[in-house]
């Protein structure tokens, strides 16, 4: 059984940053992809950010392309996302996922991830 943790949520004021962490525990990170999505209320789930855990590889949304990057850490088992030039319209409660059935490319749809995290908030506000 995998276990993530999602940390690093806050307010931060629009044009600031937050660094999410996501931390593995339970079984070694070594998921076939790992995600980012978040969830803004009353608005569905959606993709933010991916990356391939063999070579590194990374999607992103059009929405933060050049904001947002996302990385890995094998030996701290763990994920980042690094969000910087946040707007009001980032505020959402970040989600962590993985996903360890064979993948080619990092999913963009949640049910193609097994596990998911319990979410962390980032609220961008003046």
């Known amino acids: 059984q995998v276990q993530l943790v999602e940390s690093g949520g806050g307010l931060v004021q629009p044009g600031g940053s937050l660094r999410l962490s996501c931390a593995a525990s339970g079984r070694t990170f070594s998921a076939y992809a790992v995600g980012w999505f978040r969830q803004a209320p009353g608005k569905e789930r959606e993709f933010v950010a991916g990356i391939l855990w063999s070579n590194g590889n990374t999607n992103y949304a059009d929405s933060v392309r050049g904001r947002f990057t996302i990385s890995r850490d094998n030996a701290k088992n763990a994920v980042y996302l690094q969000m910087n030039s946040l707007k009001p319209e980032d505020t959402a409660v970040y989600y962590c996922?993985?996903?360890?059935?064979?993948?080619?490319?990092?999913?963009?749809?949640?049910?193609?991830?097994?596990?998911w995290g319990q979410g962390t908030q980032v609220t961008v506000s003046s």
């Open positions: 996922a993985a996903r360890f059935r064979f993948t080619p490319g990092t999913p963009k749809v949640d049910y193609a991830y097994e596990y």
